[in-house]
């Protein structure tokens, strides 16, 4: 068994079985992994330097096909159901088998690496991919050693990524091809039959979203989060498509992280060592720093070049609407080195309401904040996916439903303690849509909404008026700075009065019809922060 590396491999692989791969590569270097991406024929190399690769059948994630083991550890404490899917220890026992036995004669690349910018609760990974490319990714993706460390990793975690492997859905517990199994309790995350490097990094952010909360009573976030000039920390928590990493990449601000952190006592920590940002019409003049950091080690996925050149044609979305790039986030010249901060003084839930009937801001109470962040709302756009149509709804509780494997309260709960015992402002920002639903109204313009953010942030909303919506009780400034005041009520903005009444109503009904899940869970004070309108 051939080796490349700053270390044996033969016992620390063998120790998880892998006994007979043909060629072992131990956190190479990214220059050394992209001449093996494209010596493997795996990508290309882009005008900028970034390596270009495809990731096959899918192209996103496939939450039908996650699972967790089931047994002592989890069996009481997951919130088991269409998102968190239970799976046999057998079944993981004989993927796992057949995984290993699937090595023998590959090529195998190990990253090792580190989760949690605080000290407190890093925790150690091994990641053992057959794709050099995932091996950059996990590079760019994950908090990167000290080579001193390297020598001494003794990872608490292993991750198996093995896209060309497929399980057998009549003798292997799952669903189909492709899975992403973890077992909470020996601490192994197998992922087969899909080559989308999401499923990396969201299989370790589930990990933390359970041993946080439950071990620690951190509050784990699928948010990004900045400092201000001025020290103030700001959280944005948002489903994609919302603006998360546009908006917390801001120029004037200081990057703490764009997806990923906990919050405990002292303040917010990232949890990964890099960017992984939406590049679909990615325009270098609206986001500059996501743009600047498209360069040599960064992977982009899915996207296509104008002909006869590998200059990235981002407007080309043919293959998928979701393309990618992932970064270190020191290629965000103005990102926090220590990636951490103290607490935050003011949080935002993003929405893009399609339906163009949410305030582009407005302050929400403790009771709201808890109901929107257990509703976690934004809206599909006609277009995007077969069959849509028309604006849709989507709610994905805590905004990041398919990686939160304890019961959204529990979140929700440690969020409403943190909210108030660090009096923190909580807003609601539609990025979405004004004068209309998609297709009549328009986009709200990015540099209103960072005007928004900014005089939220500044305290300069503190001695503005407020009128209360009427649909869903949202209370809403009267001016804000550097923003037209007709935009701030989406009822003035239609031509069609009616219409934004029966479209309120039904969005408002939307509302209360996804939170019908979550009633017998909920205490009063969250029952509180629902709609006041509904059909």
Excluded at 106 to 133: G, H, M, P, Q, W
Excluded at 184 to 195: E, F, Q, S
Excluded at 338 to 346: A, D, E, H, Q, T
Excluded at 427 to 446: F, H, M, V
């Amino acid at each position: 068994m051939e080796q490349s590396g700053l270390k044996s491999l033969v016992g620390e692989i063998e120790r998880i079985g892998i006994t007979k791969a043909k060629n072992i590569y131990w956190n190479l270097s990214p220059a050394e992994l992209v001449e093996h991406a494209i010596r493997n024929g795996e990508g290309i190399l882009t005008n900028e330097g970034s390596l270009a690769c495809d990731t096959g059948r899918f192209t996103g994630r496939s939450p039908d096909d996650k699972y967790f083991v089931k047994d002592e550890l989890t069996k009481g404490t997951i919130h088991w159901g269409e998102i968190n899917h239970p799976i046999d220890g057998k079944f993981f026992d004989v993927v796992f088998k057949k995984m290993l036995e699937f090595s023998e004669g590959k090529e195998l690349y190990v990253r090792d690496a580190f989760v949690c910018a605080d000290f407190n609760y890093r925790k150690s990974l091994r990641i053992i991919t057959t794709k050099a490319y995932h091996n950059l990714f996990s590079y760019n993706m994950f908090i990167r050693p000290e080579l001193s460390e390297l020598q001494y990793i003794d990872p608490e975690y292993t991750i198996l990524c093995f896209p060309e492997f497929e399980a057998n859905p009549e003798t292997d517990g799952v669903r189909s091809n492709n899975f992403s199994i973890t077992d909470l309790t020996r601490k192994v995350m197998l992922i087969g039959g899909t080559a989308y490097t999401g499923e990396i990094k969201k299989s370790i952010f589930s990990v933390l979203n359970f041993v946080l909360p439950h071990q620690h009573q951190v509050l784990s976030m699928h948010a990004s989060a900045n400092i201000g000039k001025e020290g103030r920390v700001a959280v944005f928590f948002g489903l994609s498509g919302t603006g998360k990493t546009t908006l917390s990449a801001d120029p004037d601000k200081f990057l703490i992280g764009d997806d990923e952190h906990g919050w405990d006592d002292k303040g917010v920590f990232n949890f990964e060592g890099g960017c992984y940002a939406k590049v679909a019409n990615l325009d270098a003049k609206a986001e500059p720093e996501i743009y600047g950091a498209i360069k040599f080690g960064s992977v982009l996925e899915n996207v296509r070049c104008f002909p006869h050149s590998r200059e990235v044609d981002y407007t080309d979305t043919r293959v998928t609407q979701n393309t990618r790039v992932s970064y270190p986030i020191d290629y965000i010249p103005n990102a926090v080195h220590s990636s951490k901060g103290g607490l935050p003084s003011n949080i935002f839930f993003l929405t893009a309401d399609a339906f163009g009937v949410l305030p582009p801001i407005s302050k929400l109470t403790p009771a709201q904040a808890m109901y929107h962040f257990i509703s976690g709302y934004t809206a599909k756009v006609a277009g995007t996916e077969e069959g849509v149509d028309e604006p849709k709804p989507v709610f994905s509780a805590c905004f990041g439903a398919p990686f939160m494997p304890l019961h959204p309260t529990v979140y929700a709960n440690l969020l409403g303690e943190k909210m108030k015992k660090n009096k923190v402002n909580i807003w609601l920002i539609n990025t979405g849509w004004t004068g209309g639903a998609y297709g009549t109204g328009t986009r709200i313009k990015l540099k209103f909404t960072r005007a928004m953010i900014t005089a939220a942030l500044e305290g300069k909303l503190e001695h503005v008026n407020f009128k209360k919506e009427p649909f869903f009780g949202l209370m809403v400034p009267d001016t804000c700075p550097g923003v037209p005041n007709d935009i701030l009520l989406p009822y003035s903005t239609w031509q069609d009065k009616e219409g934004y009444k029966l479209t309120a109503e039904k969005l408002s009904d939307a509302f209360v019809k996804n939170f019908e899940s979550f009633e017998t869970f909920a205490n009063e004070e969250i029952r509180a922060g629902a709609p006041v309108v509904t059909i």
